[in-house]
């Protein structure tokens, strides 16, 4: 398996524009997350879904924020308008239960 | 919510020392995880502990599942430059599939 897929691994927008990221789980795991990290708030959970079900946004920081999983395969996380303080690397990660909980390597953002 | 508190948040060593770090919870878990996040990529886990007392082992790592099951401790014998990395230690929620993360111990080999 080619793990947890992100894309894109870097991105630069400029305040006011929409950002998409985008995250391919491991193929059979039911869970899916996305964490927000940076120097200050370390590893924060934004987002959970399990069975492509939303279960728990309570770390989604505001309404500019908004995620999604269309289907088992695919999950996209939104931010709309971005602004500076959304610059960040952005984790998605999967999991069968707590089991194989594996991390994508992330896609750094940038709003300047 | 859950505390998990995590220390110390940096180290600086020189190569070829002993490094320790450890990790304490507000409430008991199952499931004690350590990761380490190369810089650039997403965290890795190194080690799982599933029971109060366990000691597990992966190559130079030894970490231990504390036997009040709110703490945990994680070793790394004899450091070499590629241990340089973030470490962190993670609980898997009781009442769903979420896992909760420390904030980190960051490692800093000098030469």
């Known amino acids: 398996d080619a793990g947890v897929i992100q894309s894109p691994r870097h991105e630069v927008t400029e305040m006011g524009q929409e950002v998409t990221l985008r995250c391919k789980p491991i193929?059979?795991?039911?869970?899916l997350f996305w964490y927000r990290q940076t120097m200050m708030r370390g590893l924060e959970l934004l987002i959970y879904?399990?069975?492509?079900?939303?279960?728990?946004d309570s770390g989604m920081p505001e309404d500019r924020f908004s995620a999604k999983m269309p289907n088992a395969s695919f999950s996209t996380l939104k931010i709309q308008p971005s602004e500076p303080r959304d610059s960040a690397v952005y984790f998605c990660?999967?999991?069968?239960?707590?089991?194989?909980?594996?991390f994508g390597s992330g896609t750094r953002l940038t709003v300047v | 919510g859950q505390q998990l508190n995590q220390s110390p948040q940096s180290m600086f060593i020189q190569e070829g020392e002993d490094v320790s770090m450890n990790c304490t919870s507000s409430?008991?878990?199952?499931?004690w995880l350590w990761y380490k996040q190369d810089p650039g990529e997403g965290p890795v886990l190194l080690i799982a502990?599933?029971?109060?007392?366990e000691l597990t082992s992966n190559g130079r790592l030894t970490a231990q599942f504390g036997i009040t099951r709110k703490d945990s401790f994680l070793n790394i014998s004899a450091s070499i430059p590629s241990d340089v990395g973030i470490y962190f230690c993670?609980?898997?929620?009781?009442?769903?599939?979420?896992?909760?993360f420390g904030k980190g111990t960051r490692l800093h080999i000098l030469p």
């Open positions: 502990l599933y029971k109060a007392g």
């Open positions: 193929s059979g795991h039911n869970s």
């Open positions: 993670a609980l898997s929620s009781n009442r769903d599939d979420k896992i909760i």
């Open positions: 409430s008991i878990f199952n499931t």
């Open positions: 990660a999967s999991s069968f239960r707590h089991y194989g909980y594996t």
């Open positions: 879904f399990n069975n492509n079900v939303p279960i728990d």
